[in-house]
């Protein structure tokens, strides 16, 4: 006889049949069961009563992690405690590393996802779709083209108001650096500047080398968006000049830039969120020693699983090293002015005819007043040409604020210096000259 699923009502079947005196036989004969779930049934009745007939089929209900001991569901408690913004695969990965013994079953990425779950620790996610691909060609190696943006301000408590500036390879998936930068005690007073900017991008280039690509969005540190024929930014004729190429996204398309829009997310939840620090030096070196982790680590999906430095142990350094005291035996102003000669702009005199290109003012004469003036430049001199339609002959100026030392900031005269003091009290500019102070000293001392 084919063996089935006994139901409630067959259960219940088999009891009055046995209570009425017949065999277990002719109990099977009629319910159509066998003769031993006939025993069963009768056995666990006699010990339980009538609730011994509903079904319990499967192991025993002992919840997520319950059958792991005692210790492992105590680790992940804790660790969830001190960082809630980790998850499964982040709880799953440090569980790896704590462990003693390397052969110690431990539950996998899924089974701490039912645990979240089942306990009300998981977040709400919006259904994902792929992002599209850029149109651009995507990098093929490690350090081709870098990623970086800002992640909107955060209040971190004892700290004040900081904003993560972070960088990312868009080849390796490597986490680059993330930069707390400061903005204010209580409330953004600030925002990030061109030489926040800078500071990021050359502790990035200290520990890792210089890529050839930055990408990047339309934020006007990297683009002037008050202009319908815009002028390169300082930072962006600064990456010219160390030979580092700026590409712009696309307006409004943050799906461009989604490696490192999603990098924003895992550096909040696994640094900042629920933790607090002492000072700004301290959230710093928390980011850097968590750096390390995610990177050597900590599995990444697009990469199989694999950390980002385990799939590509290549991109530990670019072959294209930076110290801040070569940069500017480093810089080619001639790469500026390639670039500059292939640039066209317009711009309308003022009523005492002036013109503003790249923050610096122009004056062409009373003639040029109200005029729309056409701009352009030509390397052979390093000199604007004005053209317009009405003026006989074109007018040109020296092109300003092309020095070295101007697009280099605030490193130029710390190049030459042993030693920086600053005045009290310290203001966040003054902090970030400290800071960049420093990492150039010791790279001095390192030689």
Not at 13 to 34: F, N
Not at 329 to 356: K, P, Q
Request: with cysteine.
């Amino acid at each position: 006889m084919a063996m089935r699923t006994t139901s409630l009502e067959d259960r219940i079947t088999i009891l009055a049949l046995a209570d009425a005196g017949h065999t277990d036989a002719d109990i099977a004969h009629r319910v159509g069961c066998s003769v031993r779930t006939v025993r069963k049934w009768r056995c666990r009745s006699r010990k339980q009563g009538r609730v011994g007939l509903a079904s319990k089929m499967g192991r025993p209900p002992v919840g997520a992690m319950g059958t792991f001991p005692v210790a492992v569901l105590d680790a992940v408690q804790a660790m969830r405690h001190v960082h809630p913004g980790w998850g499964p695969l982040t709880l799953n990965s440090e569980l790896k590393r704590d462990a003693v013994d390397p052969d110690s079953r431990l539950p996998s990425r899924p089974t701490i996802a039912r645990w979240l779950e089942a306990h009300g620790l998981t977040r709400s996610y919006e259904r994902h779709q792929d992002l599209p691909k850029p149109s651009a060609p995507s990098a093929e190696v490690p350090h081709q083209e870098w990623e970086m943006d800002a992640r909107g301000h955060e209040i971190v408590p004892d700290v004040g108001v900081v904003t993560l500036i972070n960088l990312n390879d868009r080849c390796s998936k490597t986490k680059l650096l993330s930069y707390p930068c400061w903005l204010g005690q209580d409330r953004a007073r600030r925002h990030a500047t061109t030489e926040d900017y800078q500071l990021a991008f050359r502790l990035t280039a200290c520990d890792w080398g210089l890529p050839n690509r930055l990408y990047v969005d339309r934020d006007s540190v990297y683009y002037d968006n008050s202009s319908k024929s815009p002028f390169p930014t300082r930072f962006h004729l600064w990456l010219l000049a160390l030979g580092v190429e700026l590409v712009i996204g696309p307006a409004h398309q943050p799906q461009k830039r989604g490696q490192t829009e999603r990098s924003h997310q895992t550096w909040f939840h696994q640094v900042v969120e629920g933790q607090t620090f002492a000072s700004l030096n301290e959230l710093e070196r928390a980011l850097r020693q968590r750096r390390a982790v995610m990177n050597e680590s900590l599995p990444c999906a697009s990469l199989g699983g694999q950390p980002p430095l385990a799939a590509f142990p290549e991109a530990c350094s670019s072959p294209w090293r930076y110290r801040p005291e070569w940069e500017a035996d480093e810089m080619d102003l001639g790469r500026v002015y390639a670039y500059l000669a292939r640039c066209h702009w317009f711009r309308t005199a003022s009523n005492i005819g002036a013109v503003t290109l790249g923050e610096q003012r122009y004056a062409l004469g009373r003639g040029w007043a109200r005029k729309e003036v056409e701009i352009t430049f030509d390397p052979a001199d390093q000199h604007l040409v004005f053209k317009t339609p009405t003026q006989k002959e074109d007018r040109r100026l020296p092109i300003k604020g092309l020095s070295k030392a101007r697009l280099m900031g605030e490193l130029a005269p710390l190049v030459g210096l042993d030693h920086y003091q600053l005045a009290l009290p310290f203001t966040p500019d003054e902090c970030r000259v400290a800071r960049l102070s420093e990492t150039l000293l010791t790279r001095l001392i390192e030689t």
